[in-house]
């Protein structure tokens, strides 16, 4: 009797794990982007369409956008006093939570 295709698991993405080289690229490249910018914003969105993140992205011509894991971004910040990669920094990575960008 042959077997059923039931049983079978298929993965429906090819995705492939980030690793940590990824990750501390992401830290790099924000930590870039606070040397060379005067102000740090963060945006919260909900239910973002690429229509309105593309507007988005042609107002802030000249600006950095990251979209990325909010304890990546965290870490770049710095989470304490202690560790905070500039002066008051942290209480910007205390409002990463959610959708935030």
């Not at 369409?49 to 770049?76: M, P, Y």
């Not at 304490?80 to 935030?100: A, P, V």
Request: hydrophobic share 35%; net charge positive.
């Amino acid at each position: 009797m042959p077997r059923s295709r039931r049983e079978k698991k298929v993965p429906l993405t090819q995705v492939k794990k980030k690793d940590s080289t990824a990750k501390s690229d992401l830290v790099d490249r924000v930590r870039e982007a606070v040397d060379s910018y005067a102000a740090i914003y963060a945006l919260g969105f909900q239910e973002l369409r690429s229509t309105q993140l593309q507007a988005i992205r042609v107002e802030f011509r000249d600006s950095r956008l990251f979209f990325g894991k909010n304890k990546i971004v965290q870490l770049a910040l710095g989470k304490t006093s202690e560790d905070e990669y500039q002066d008051n920094l942290r209480r910007l990575s205390e409002l990463m939570s959610g959708n935030i960008g």
